[in-house]
């Protein structure tokens, strides 16, 4: 059968990756918002943050609630960090939010977030759409009703149980037995009905916005460890912030995610940490840097 997908070479990603003009300041290269986190899962938004500017990304805010504040700001000093008034992501946040927002280009969310009422969220993403800045919507934040209002200003990173959500099927019983071709066929119908681009976390992740599907081969199977998806979406919000489009920056990230968990792999084995894998980022993007 004829591959109707196209794997992810050296020549695609080189083009993707932005050149840095050698007068560029503080913001030029990206700045990039992210909201998630809570007081069971605190670490979800510093993995993210701290990939995406492990990615490039000159400025990252973190978005969190006020109860965990002291807690995101300790783990490092390189994330600006905002305190929400409430433990979860109300009207009122978004609210304050909007009105604290710095100029950002990119947005991720969802990261960490459990038993959030929708209205908060659907308000910024709403915004965000108006505003033209393209986001990344994982975990709690894959919702029928925040891709509407993003639609093909979003890139949404589901693993298998949230695409068969997304779906509205079960698709996890016959998935492993589908060819990639099959595999991307589903993702992409998907996509384009969604009007958004999606990156299928797995084994090899497939990415697709409705007419075009890249599969990437690269990770193993130690990145099945907590937080890994939390620094793809990272990756992918730091790409998106330098001006990637959602489609590559979607398929770019996933790759540039599995190569360095490969090489944390090589050293770590089965016993990463998520961290590790972000260590490993500027290695995997060091060939791909350009100063003009």
Same mark, same amino acid.
């Given at each position: ?209 409705? @007419?075009? *599907?890249?599969?990437?081969?690269? +990770?193993?199977? $130690?990145?099945?460890?907590? #937080? /890994?998806?939390?620094? !793809? ?8 912030? @330098?001006? *990637?489009?959602?489609?590559?920056? +979607?398929?770019? $990230?996933?790759?540039?995610? #599995? /190569?360095?968990?490969? !090489? ?29």
């Amino acid at each position: 059968m004829k591959k109707q997908f196209e794997e992810l070479t050296d020549a695609i990603i080189k083009k993707v990756i932005p050149s840095r003009s050698k007068a560029s300041h503080k913001g030029n290269n990206g700045s990039v918002g992210i909201i998630g986190g809570s007081w069971i899962y605190h670490g979800a938004p510093v993995l993210a943050g701290l990939a995406a500017l492990r990615s490039g990304a000159d400025l990252v805010y973190l978005f969190v609630p006020n109860k965990i504040t002291d807690a995101v700001r300790s783990i490092s000093p390189n994330l600006i960090v905002y305190p929400l008034p409430d433990s979860r992501f109300t009207l009122g946040c978004a609210n304050r939010l909007l009105k604290w927002l710095p100029d950002i280009d990119s947005l991720a969310l969802g990261l960490g977030m459990v038993n959030q009422k929708l209205n908060g969220l659907e308000k910024v993403v709403t915004e965000m759409s108006v505003r033209g800045v393209n986001m990344v919507l994982d975990a709690y934040a894959i919702k029928d009703d925040l891709v509407k209002r993003g639609k093909d200003r979003c890139v949404l990173t589901p693993h298998l149980a949230e695409f068969q959500r997304l779906m509205k099927s079960d698709v996890s019983a016959d998935f492993t037995l589908l060819t990639d071709n099959e595999r991307g066929k589903l993702v992409s119908n998907k996509a384009s009905e969604i009007g958004s681009t999606i990156v299928l976390k797995g084994e090899k992740d497939i990415i697709s916005d409705g @007419k075009k *599907v890249f599969v990437n081969s690269s +990770g193993n199977a $130690g990145m099945t460890v907590g #937080g /890994s998806g939390d620094v !793809l979406t990272g990756i992918i919000a730091g790409l998106l912030a @330098k001006g *990637v489009s959602p489609l590559y920056a +979607g398929a770019v $990230g996933a790759y540039i995610n #599995g /190569s360095a968990g490969d !090489l944390a792999f090589k050293e770590k084995g089965l016993h990463l940490y998520a961290t590790d894998i972000i260590d490993k980022i500027p290695d995997v993007m060091l060939e791909y840097d350009d100063v003009c």
